[in-house]
């Protein structure tokens, strides 16, 4: 039996789980084909994705932690996921200093606890600085291109958008729309997440700007398919507004489930985000369909 615990993200939820367990190492050394079973919403408990939570052996950290998509990928960073599992570390593991320090597979993340009432918890996150060169991305621009890449046109089927192309750790591809709730994620997203300009594939965000302080945005997140919200999403959209001169240096992203608070800072070159992480259930997980074997 493994246990886990759920928890959401605007609505962006994972299954997080002490990789120290006795029981872990199975499922860890069948991540992939576990990750699956375990996020079918049918089959298996449910969710976005995975995460594997372990203490840190480095001074830089206090935990590190491990993130597979609900399609039994790697990915590199979350920005709901850290929300949770900083959630899930103080409530669960009862840490009580007002900071935290996580690895992840992109390097360390400060989490600054805000506030906690009932079974939400508030932080802001330090995401690190956003990426804009194509080599960094990684982002196939197709002959010499100067960051940031703000115009790029991007052909899917018989349509053409125009992209605006970053990382936050993991690829992102931002295209602006008038009406974020009428965007075609499901039919673009798809599509634009294995467009051959992304050897990596990428994470989608169609955002629509309301004023310069302001941002609707729904999100398409490779590996997973359409999701409430997108925390490295929500900061990518921010920074790719801030780029092509549309929004301050700090804004609100309206996710389908609630709001993020993002900001650039123009000395330092890092990103800030801050929300919210809620815990659902604690879960026992009784073993695999046939019984335990893979």
């Not at 594939?201 to 302001?214: G, I, L, P, S, W």
Request: net charge negative.
């Amino acid at each position: 039996m493994l246990v886990l615990h759920k928890l959401h993200g605007l609505g962006n939820d994972f299954l997080v789980f002490d990789a120290h367990q006795e029981s872990a190492s199975l499922f860890l050394e069948h991540a992939e084909l576990w990750a699956r079973t375990a996020c079918d919403r049918h089959c298996g408990i449910g969710a976005d994705g995975v995460i594997a939570v372990t203490k840190s052996d480095t001074d830089d950290a206090d935990y590190r932690m491990t993130l597979w998509n609900a399609d039994g990928s790697r990915a590199e960073m979350s920005g709901n996921g850290l929300r949770c599992v900083a959630a899930y570390i103080r409530r669960v593991m009862g840490w009580e200093m007002a900071a935290l320090r996580v690895m992840t597979d992109v390097g360390g993340r400060l989490v600054t606890f805000l506030e906690s009432s009932g079974l939400e918890t508030r932080c802001a996150i330090r995401m690190g600085a956003p990426a804009l060169t194509p080599e960094a991305i990684p982002f196939r621009a197709g002959g010499k291109r100067e960051p940031p890449l703000t115009d790029i046109a991007l052909t899917v089927g018989k349509e053409t958008v125009t992209a605006t192309i970053l990382s936050m750790g993991n690829p992102h591809c931002t295209v602006f729309v008038e009406d974020a709730r009428a965007a075609p994620v499901a039919e673009l997203g798809p599509q634009l997440e294995h467009h051959p300009a992304f050897p990596n594939r990428t994470n989608v965000e169609f955002a629509a700007v309301r004023d310069r302080q302001n941002l609707e945005v729904a999100f398409w997140e490779r590996g997973v398919g359409q999701t409430a919200a997108s925390g490295t999403g929500a900061c990518a959209a921010a920074v790719a507004a801030m780029l092509r001169g549309l929004a301050d240096r700090a804004v609100t992203v309206h996710t389908e489930r609630g709001a993020l608070n993002v900001a650039w800072d123009a000395a330092t070159d890092e990103v800030t985000l801050a929300g919210s992480a809620c815990y659902i259930a604690r879960v026992e997980w009784a073993g695999w369909p046939d019984g335990g074997s893979i």
